[in-house]
Structure formats: structure tokens, C-alpha cells
Nanobody, 130 residues
Framework: QVQLVESGGGTVQPGGSLRLSCAAS????????MGWFRQAPGKEREFLAA????????AYGDSVEGRFTISRDNGENAVYLQMNGLKPEDTAVYYC???????????????????????WGKGTLVTVSS
């Protein structure tokens, strides 16, 4: 069974940090690009960051570049999102996704606004509040 399982969410004060994890299992993901997305209440899903397993290609969404860092552990089949300088507007459910496309295309949606990942995790909630 193919699974992407996110963890590491929680409640943090503004300015704080969290590290999210995405554990991939059930198939070989080496040919897939991995991405992090989020969806705040009442808003559309937003692309945050992406990387490949095989090289150093990464991409970031405009709203988080410089604050969030994506990384991977090939041995653990895991992808991480280090989030620093968190703001209340970062409150959202954070999702891990995987698809066979170039890393630069992970933030591209179709005409209906969908990112069209082949695989999605169920998400982990991040709340930034004092």
C-alpha cells in the first residue's frame, strides 16, 4: 500500500520553528518529485517546496522562500520541511505530495486549480498562535 504520512505538526508561538516529516512507503519513489503544500481554512491549497531524490534540484513557493527549507533522507525514505520564523498566517494543514514531473513544475496547477499529485498524504495541522 502506497502511503505518504506526515508528522510533526502542532501549535507554536509566532517566531517559532517546526520540522515536518513525510514518510514514504509502499513503492519506490526514486522517480518521483516530492513536495510540500498547505491549505489554510477557506483558502486554496498552496505550493511550498519540492525536491527530487536523485539530485540537488529544489524549488520554493514565493511565500516561504527564505523561511522554509526542504530536505530529504534517502535512507529513511523521508522528506522534511524545516519551518522557521513562523507567522499566524502559516496556520494550515500541511500536506506531502509526490508526482512524476520536474521540480520546477510542482507548483503548477491545472485549469481547475488542482496540483494533480499522484500521491497525497492526509496532512498534519500546524497552528501558529500566541
Amino acid at each position: 500500500q502506497v502511503q505518504l504520512v506526515e508528522s510533526g505538526g502542532g501549535t507554536v508561538q509566532p517566531g517559532g520553528s517546526l520540522r515536518l516529516s513525510c514518510a514514504a512507503s509502499g513503492r519506490t519513489f526514486r522517480s518521483y518529485t516530492m513536495g510540500w503544500f498547505r491549505q489554510a481554512p477557506g483558502k486554496e491549497r498552496e505550493f511550498l517546496a519540492a525536491l527530487t531524490w536523485s539530485d540537488d534540484s529544489v524549488a520554493y513557493g514565493d511565500s516561504v522562500e527564505g523561511r522554509f527549507t526542504i530536505s530529504r533522507d534517502n535512507g529513511e525514505n523521508a522528506v522534511y520541511l524545516q519551518m522557521n520564523g513562523l507567522k499566524p498566517e502559516d496556520t494550515a494543514v500541511y500536506y506531502c505530495g509526490a508526482d512524476r514531473r520536474p521540480v520546477q513544475s510542482m507548483g503548477v496547477t491545472d485549469r481547475w486549480g488542482n496540483y494533480g499529485m499522484t500521491y497525497w498524504g492526509k496532512g498534519t495541522l500546524v497552528t501558529v498562535s500566541s
